[in-house]
């Protein structure tokens, strides 16, 4: 007698997840067609379904019962052709391709048709395309669009090159509430005068003026000129840029910072110092990336090289805190025994390389001591900021005794714990028997999440 408790009525049914594939950009039971512009003359047309818009975006939901009720056709002049069909991949395939010239657009329409995962997926993108290059341009439709962890980002990157981020043209052209917020950030590696200074550019940029006045600062940057924190200057220092720019500052303005500069110790968060950013600090949680199959050593050694490295990839943007490396053996009659106390000079460098040219960019080089008694724990003094889309080397040059050797079986990927980050590890050398078991040095890495 058949078991009726253990009778399943799930079956997977393929045919819905190729429907919008078949549908997209295509005429077949199209009801409603978005227009474009075109050079040539007739309207270019996208024919799209009603219930397919309408079923993501409760906007185009209203829209189809009221405006555009009696209409079969629309004319679109805030976006182009191909901006709109990128956006309309995500009402109609399982997965997006989003590129660079066209992602701020397609957060535009994200957003004005109410499409979160759309915003989401652009999100994500815009990490892999962002540096101190164009940080700023991200930074806008951060801020913009009201994106809490690009703006997170955006911030972490700013604050982590200061200088180089002012130097950049997308600095130049951000906008007046990007420049307000980058104005009171708490944490920023640069100096107040440095802070002054690439202020005025901006202002010079935005205005078109080269010589600035008051007004020119009221009308563009308004009272987020005084988020610059003048009371932490010295009297020399503000003394002198009040001597380039005295137009900026009535009289009772100046007398009043020359006041705050001459009392200092005050508590007000306007009157005190910038931090230096550290993105160790408690705001960031600390996740372990341990790489142990089990606490049970090999039978086979892992013997030494003088240049081991460590390759890896995450899924999502993390800090990079700490690299933690096996003890160094012995191999001696079939057994690993420990040296005596006494160090292994090693050079670590870490670096960025660029999945598409191939190319290592150094971010880190310490000299440090390779224990051979015990783990050897490195943690970094600065933060590392590791991106997705990246592959990461960590290079360690050594002169390893004689058989010196490590013990540990080591995953090739790993899931932190309590989250959908996903560690990858390459090109690792792998055992004979097992080519999923990794062996190598390095068998934990230490990150802040993000």
């Known amino acids: 007698m058949l078991a009726t408790n253990q009778v399943s009525n799930d079956y997977e049914i393929k045919g819905i997840q190729t429907i919008g594939q078949e549908l997209y950009l295509k005429e077949k039971w199209a009801d409603f067609h978005f227009e474009f512009e ?4 007739p309207y270019n047309r996208i024919p799209t379904h009603k219930s397919f818009l309408a079923t993501i975006s409760d906007v185009f939901g209203t829209m ?4 555009w009720k009696e209409k079969n056709s629309v004319k679109i002049v805030d976006a182009s052709i191909d901006e709109f069909k990128e956006f309309l991949q995500f009402f109609y395939l399982s997965r997006a391709q989003l590129t660079k010239e066209n992602v ?38 951060a801020i913009l669009y009201n994106q809490a962890f690009l703006k997170k980002y955006c911030e972490i990157i700013i604050a982590l090159d200061t200088k180089a981020v002012f130097s950049s043209d997308s600095f130049l052209e951000c906008s007046k509430d990007a420049m307000s917020n980058i104005l009171q950030m708490n ?17 010079k940029s935005v205005s078109q003026q080269d010589e600035l006045t008051n007004e020119i600062v009221q009308k563009y940057l308004g009272d987020s000129f005084y988020k610059i924190r003048f009371a932490t200057m010295t009297l020399q220092d503000f003394t002198e840029q009040w001597i380039q720019y005295e137009q900026l500052f009535t009289f009772d303005e100046y007398k009043t910072i020359v006041k705050r500069i001459a009392s200092k110790g005050t508590s007000l968060d306007h009157e005190m110092s910038r931090e230096i950013f550290k993105a160790f600090s408690s ?16 039978e086979v050694p892992y013997y030494i090289k003088n240049k081991e490295t460590t390759k890896f990839s995450v899924n999502k943007p993390l800090f990079l805190s700490a690299i933690i490396c096996d003890a160094i053996f012995e191999f001696i009659d079939g057994k690993f025994n420990t040296y005596e106390k006494e160090w292994v000079p090693t050079k670590m460098t870490i670096a ?17 001591n390779m224990k051979r008694d015990a783990h050897t724990v490195v943690y970094l003094n600065k933060p590392i900021l590791i991106r997705q889309g990246f592959v990461y080397a960590i290079h360690m040059e050594m002169s390893p005794p004689e058989k010196a050797c490590t013990a540990l079986l080591l995953k090739s990927e790993v899931k932190l714990k309590d989250s959908d ?28 999440k993000i």
Not at 283 to 298: D, E, L, Q
Not at 437 to 442: D, E, P, S, T, Y
Request: glycine share 4%; net charge negative; charged share 25%.
């Open 38 to 41: 075109s050079a040539d003359g």
């Open 64 to 67: 189809f019962n009221d405006s």
């Open 104 to 141: 701020a657009k397609v957060m535009y329409l994200a957003d004005k048709y109410n499409v979160q995962e759309c915003l989401r997926m652009c999100e994500q993108f815009m990490t892999l395309l962002l540096s101190t290059d164009n940080v700023c341009w991200g930074y806008d439709l």
């Open 187 to 203: 944490a920023l590696s640069c100096s107040e005068i440095e802070l002054f200074e690439a202020c005025i550019a901006w202002l």
């Open 283 to 298: 705001i960031f949680p600390s996740v372990g990336c341990s790489r142990f199959i089990s606490n049970k050593y090999s």
């Open 352 to 368: 960025e390389i660029s999945k598409l040219a191939d190319k290592e960019i150094i971010l880190h080089a310490e000299d440090i």
């Open 421 to 448: 980050i996903i560690i990858q590890f390459h090109d690792d050398p792998t055992r004979d028997d097992d080519k999923d078991v990794a062996r190598g040095l390095i068998f934990s890495l230490g990150f802040k």
